[in-house]
């Protein structure tokens, strides 16, 4: 059972990861929690699921299409209300609320639109099969979904850590002032944070959208708290940081119902959280303190 | 969908200014259900149920020539909104009687309001015990979890051999707690003992680490108090984890939904409720065909008992006189619903008294015979 | 309509616009003095069942019970704060965001909170006068409070926490305070609510209604006390008024939050704007 229940964790704990990451970047880079990025994660499952059941896309178009609509709908986000709010310099409280009103934008259209119901993806579209190793069960989806989140993790370390772009975003995480004055593109790059977040958020909605019957306007709602507990649990704004807290949030979680009662499982990942910030404000897996928000 | 704050805003002030009095050949009842938020998937059915009922009756000429009218409002699932409608409905409105709304806690909030003013608030979702403790006006058609499910697990055992079970459940709903309550007491009576206790909360997608750990403590049946939208996942992810395993349901797993999701994972699974989809009485085919016809889905039980609470009232209200007064007609409806039978959608329906609560009188709950179903070749049929 | 039936159909919407102005005073106390805590929709809960237990089970008279709804939070908040008043800005938030959530599934799983289906049949004790009483009451001290020592302190520390300390204000001190009297405000909205709505279980104390609250004080404005109270009158009254609009009224409600933090950044009760439009009135009435 143990061994099943480690799978079970890693494989819940990379949703979450996933979910993270575009959470995460957002904060690394702009400095702002983008409180609608539950809202875009709800956003890019639907688009899949209309570009698949209403207009017959192929999976593999309508994956990419509808991960560029969700970062087109983040990159609209930072364009009518981010950007403002940054040139306004505006306290941490306003894209907070701006971003709350913004998902619940999101969420009444959503439900206008498509009606209240869960729904799932069509079954008999893809492979559905479970990989069997003695006793422990792997669903292939699952396997899929924490390697992609692994693989996307690297990606952007990769590029954070080894590109000229990832040079330039970290300087602006430090201070977007001194950014300007080096001649960074501040602006555009804060568009493409934007963007590149958003598209991975929605990619997170898709991915959930495919494994479970859980398409529904209030998707994002429950996915956001995850999402808050494992930012923090890694560390604010870190991205690397983002995947363990994910990680680590699901193996928590399992371990409780494992272990404990699955009725203490949602106090524990809270009161995780609330004694990791009074513990180590910086996270589990940050070195130091993050900029001061 | 046009957006016009301000004809709102209008509407709202001279609804304050002036009073409505109800024109002639109109019988205003007031419906109530969560038609936005997350407990619309609920309420939008119900809903449904109570349009259909509605065009039904009045394309046969209404209640004697008098068309009913229904005055509808969304409460959002919330208990300052149910409060804040009821009372609209009751003395701005001045409904004859209300329907709804969804949840078991918004009746606990609206209700007492209701019954105080002397006016019949009549749930048709609400499966909460206490529900009919508010008071002699509180009435609901649907039946309790605790008339549902021990007739569900008798059934189960009979059919299966069942010594010891694992039950999973949602802790942070009214609806599926009262499910897990009934069924915690159904099983002691019968002396089975339970090996493990899981559960979930609302909003969950992912069950695999309880149902793994309900697999290692080896029962003969799991128990799922649940809604259909979770029963879908748990049940397909039990499948892919090896559980072969059946399921015993509470009311309201028994959607078409379920089986339409789950396909062949839900074979098997043992559900008590008033109402399938495979009820072959004319009554719930006619319903049915006519629900598909109108809305392009699949209804559930939960439209169903929408659609049958409306003909509860037309019954009622054939015995009763409108004489023009709202007060007096209020309370000759609420003398004249106990006695009302019917035969609909959801079978043969009547009402029983709830038995005092400290003393005060108590309304009126369903007395309705739950038949057991058992999903077989993709469909529910009934378990014999 | 004459006067009766309009009390009869608008009173529950009436006291809880009383309640939730509250709830945004309770809310504009931390942020007065820099602190982002979202814990007050999770005090307000405890202050009502606290105050419903008090009622229902022990048949204490209906002021005790406030009593007692009131200071249960405020110990509460004297606990927690101690260690969460350290952190700052969005690690506050965070921070008593958890503390919320932690409260829910106690709630949730308590037996004397009556676990998911709540409490029920809670008797209806508040009267308007009560609402009425509690926020005159809660005005009157905290505009003393402002115009004091400990008030200007406030401002010091959210304009600038290290050049107050430096200037011998004790920071952590008046944090603290600020924090329970907003736990305390909290929870006795959370009682006077209790008592009117027949009703509580934990999902009325959720994260959404921890936002609410948040959206409620920065709406009306956070210059003064009147900001806060519109702000929860507004955000009160927007669902009934969008009514007309249907499954997509709550977009609607999107839509104002975003307007009002893009267009009206000090909330919409912003007294150096109306001084700006006197000015410019004056003038041309000069010209």
């Known amino acids: 059972m143990l061994a099943q229940q480690i799978v079970n964790a890693i494989s819940l704990g990379s949703v979450y990861a996933l979910f993270a990451l575009g959470f995460t970047l957002v904060f690394g880079i702009l400095g702002v929690i983008n409180l609608s990025h539950g809202g875009i994660f709800m956003l890019g499952a639907y688009a899949a699921l209309l570009l698949i059941s209403k207009f017959f896309l192929p999976f593999w178009i309508a994956i990419p299409v509808a991960m560029i609509f969700s970062g087109l709908v983040g990159l609209l986000i930072d364009v009518l209300i981010l950007r403002r709010l940054r040139q306004r310099q505006a306290s941490h409280l306003m894209p907070m609320i701006a971003t709350i009103g913004a998902a619940i934008l999101m969420t009444s259209l959503a439900q206008g639109l498509f009606g209240s119901e869960a729904r799932r993806f069509p079954l008999e579209m893809f492979n559905d099969e479970n990989l069997k190793l003695g006793n422990i069960t792997i669903p292939l989806l699952q396997a899929g979904i924490t390697t992609l989140s692994i693989l996307l993790m690297l990606l952007m370390v990769w590029v954070l850590k080894r590109t000229r772009l990832g040079q330039a975003l970290r300087a602006i995480a430090e201070s977007p002032r001194a950014a300007a004055l080096l001649g960074i593109p501040v602006e555009r790059l804060f568009y493409l944070t934007s963007f590149i977040a958003a598209a991975l958020g929605g990619t997170a909605g898709i991915l959930i959208g495919l494994s479970f019957n859980a398409i529904s306007p209030f998707m994002g709602q429950p996915m956001l708290h995850k999402g808050i507990a494992a930012i923090i649990l890694g560390g604010l704004g870190d991205v690397r940081g983002a995947v363990l807290g994910g990680l680590f949030l699901g193996v928590a979680e399992v371990f409780a119902i494992t272990f404990l009662s699955s009725e203490y499982r949602d106090a524990l990942s809270f009161g995780l959280l609330f004694l990791m910030l009074l513990w180590r404000p910086q996270g589990l897996f940050g070195a130091s303190a993050t900029r001061s928000a | ?384 | 309509m004459d006067w009766s039936s309009w009390w009869s159909t608008y009173s529950t919407l009436v006291l809880s616009i009383g309640v939730y102005g509250l709830m945004a005073i309770s809310i504009y106390i931390t942020l007065s003095c820099g602190l982002l805590s979202l814990a007050n929709a999770a005090f307000m809960g405890i202050g009502s069942y606290v105050s419903a237990v008090a009622t229902m089970q022990f048949e204490l008279p209906f002021s005790l019970a406030l009593l007692l709804g009131t200071l249960t939070p405020s110990v509460v908040a004297l606990i927690i704060g101690v260690p969460v008043l350290r952190l700052s800005g969005v690690y506050l938030a965070m921070a008593t965001l958890g503390f919320g959530e932690v409260v829910r599934v106690v709630a949730l799983n308590l037996d004397i909170t009556g676990g998911p289906l709540g409490l029920n049949g809670i008797p209806l004790l508040t009267e308007w006068w009560h609402v009425l009483l509690a926020l005159i009451l809660v005005l009157i001290l905290l505009n003393a409070l402002r115009h004091s020592k400990i008030g200007r302190a406030f401002e010091a520390i959210r304009e600038d926490e290290t050049a107050a300390r430096l200037m011998g204000i004790a920071t952590h001190h008046i944090k603290l305070l600020a924090f329970v009297l907003g736990a305390a405000i909290a929870g006795l909205a959370g009682g006077l609510n209790a008592h009117y709505t027949f009703t509580l279980s934990p999902g009325n104390f959720g994260f959404e209604n921890a936002v609410d609250i948040l959206t409620m004080a920065v709406l009306g404005g956070i210059q003064g006390l009147i900001g806060p109270l519109l702000g929860g009158a507004i955000i009160t009254l927007l669902p009934e008024l969008l009514r007309s609009l249907e499954e997509f009224r709550m977009a609607a409600n999107g839509v104002i939050l975003i307007a009002v933090v893009l267009f009206l950044p000090q909330g919409i009760w912003d007294p150096r704007r109306f001084r700006r439009w006197l000015k410019k009135r004056a003038t041309h009435v000069d010209a």
């Open chain 2, 1 to 384: 969908m046009r957006l016009r704050p301000l004809t709102a805003l209008l509407t709202l002030l001279s609804a304050l200014i002036i009073s409505m009095a109800s024109p002639a050949g109109e019988i205003r009842i007031g419906l109530t259900e969560a038609l936005t938020g997350p407990a619309s998937q609920y309420g939008t059915p119900i809903h449904n149920g109570f349009i259909l009922a509605q065009e039904e009756i009045n394309a046969k000429g209404g209640i004697s020539g008098n068309k009913i009218v229904l005055i509808e409002e969304d409460e959002r699932g919330k208990k300052e909104e149910a409060i804040n409608v009821y009372k609209k409905l009751i003395f701005q409105d001045k409904v004859l009687m209300i329907f709804g709304p969804t949840l078991s806690n918004s009746m606990f909030a609206a209700g007492p309001v209701a019954n105080a003013a002397h006016v019949v608030a009549f749930g048709t979702s609400n499966t909460a015990s206490g529900i009919t403790d508010i008071g002699p006006y509180v009435f609901r058609s649907s039946p309790m979890e605790a008339d549902v499910v021990p007739v569900t697990l008798k059934a189960a055992i009979k059919h299966l051999n069942i010594h010891k079970v694992g039950i999973i459940y949602g802790n942070d709903d009214a609806f599926t707690k009262s499910g897990y309550d009934v069924f915690k007491q159904a099983l002691e009576d019968q002396h089975i003992p339970v090996v493990d206790t899981e559960t979930y909360s609302k909003g969950d997608v992912d069950f695999k680490a309880q149902l793994t750990k309900l697999k290692a403590a080896d029962p003969d049946v799991i128990i799922c108090p649940c809604l259909s939208e979770e029963g879908s996942n748990i049940l397909l992810q039990a499948r892919a984890l090896g559980i072969k395993l059946s399921f015993i349901g509470g009311n309201g797993f028994n959607s078409p939904k379920l089986v339409e999701i789950a396909k062949t994972a839900a074979e098997g699974t043992i559900v008590g409720s008033p109402w399938f989809d495979g009820n072959p009485s004319v009554q719930n085919q006619h319903f049915i065909a006519a629900y598909r016809k109108k809305f392009g889905t699949d209804p559930n039980q939960f439209s169903a008992q929408g659609y049958d609470a409306l003909f509860i009232l037309a019954e009622a209200l054939k015995k009763v006189k409108l004489m023009g007064n709202l007060e007096q007609d209020r309370q000759a409806l609420r003398d004249a619903l106990p006695d009302v039978q019917i035969d609909g959608a959801t079978g043969k329906f009547a009402f029983r008294p709830a038995p005092p609560h400290n003393g005060k009188p108590g309304g009126y709950d369903a007395n309705q015979t739950p038949f057991v179903y058992i999903v077989k070749n993709g469909k529910f049929v009934l378990l014999k």
